[in-house]
């Protein structure tokens, strides 16, 4: 079985400042990772993803995850905060043991940064 | 670049009727998907296909139906229309690997 937890309904940051949305997961094997962010009233863009190799992921828009074996967590990050960053975020997980195509996902983080 | 493209922004329908909400994927995709989106609640699956005239139930199936004729077409079905089914709905595809893609939505609400 799969579950991501995205424990923060919200995260407030000033502007220029560092942010991190949160997420962990548990999967019975190896972990594929996403995030994605939802502006308002769009679909979901692709952000990154860890597949494998190293724990440090860089993505678009000058965000980046770290995976975390050990903790089981892929949290999102980005070292300066812009007010248009203001957005949705999903963390999701896909276990590669089960051979299933189907993410599961978090129930989302909303980002607000303030100017 | 990948594009997924959903029949309407936005909807209004009356509890009862019948609704289709389309989706189209130009990529040669072999997996579809259908989720709805609420909030507090984030995305959840309605049903997803991995190929042609295949298709499989997701977490909430429960009134609504799906159609694959063409590989690049996944259609939802609501068969009646009824006001709990007022929502986002988000088509994705993906190919063999994990990535996702997402259309940009359908904003349906019953009346």
């Known amino acids: 079985a799969q579950s991501v937890a995205q424990p923060e309904d919200q995260v407030n940051v000033a502007e220029g400042n560092p942010l991190t949305v949160k997420c962990t997961y548990s999967?019975?094997?190896?972990?594929?990772l996403f995030w994605y962010v939802q502006y308002p009233n769009r679909g979901l863009q692709f952000l990154l993803k860890?597949?494998?190799?190293?724990?440090l992921v860089k993505g678009s828009y000058g965000f980046e995850a770290e995976f975390n074996k050990s903790q089981t967590s892929f949290h999102l990050k980005k070292p300066s905060a812009l007010v248009s960053d203001s957005a949705l975020y999903f963390c999701?997980?896909?276990?590669?043991?089960?051979?299933?195509?189907?993410?599961?996902f978090g129930r989302g983080t909303s980002l607000i940064v303030h100017p | 670049d990948v594009k997924v493209t959903q029949s309407s922004r936005y909807l209004v329908k009356r509890t009862g009727e019948k609704v289709f909400l389309e989706c189209v994927q130009d990529?040669?995709?072999?997996?579809m998907f259908w989720y709805r989106q609420d909030p507090g609640l984030g995305l959840r699956l309605i049903y997803f296909?991995?190929?042609?005239?295949?298709?499989e139930k997701g977490d909430i199936p429960e009134g609504y139906s799906v159609s694959r004729e063409k590989k690049e077409r996944f259609s939802l079905i609501l068969e009646s229309a009824s006001t709990n089914q007022t929502s986002m709905y988000l088509c994705?595809?993906?190919?063999?690997?994990?990535?996702?893609?997402f259309g940009p939505g359908t904003r349906l609400t019953v009346l």
């Open positions: 860890y597949i494998t190799g190293d724990n």
């Open positions: 994705a595809s993906s190919p063999l690997g994990p990535q996702g893609f």
């Open positions: 296909s991995y190929d042609v005239k295949m298709k």
């Open positions: 999967v019975s094997g190896n972990p594929y």
């Open positions: 990529m040669d995709h072999e997996n």
């Open positions: 999701a997980v896909r276990d590669d043991s089960g051979g299933s195509y189907i993410p599961t």
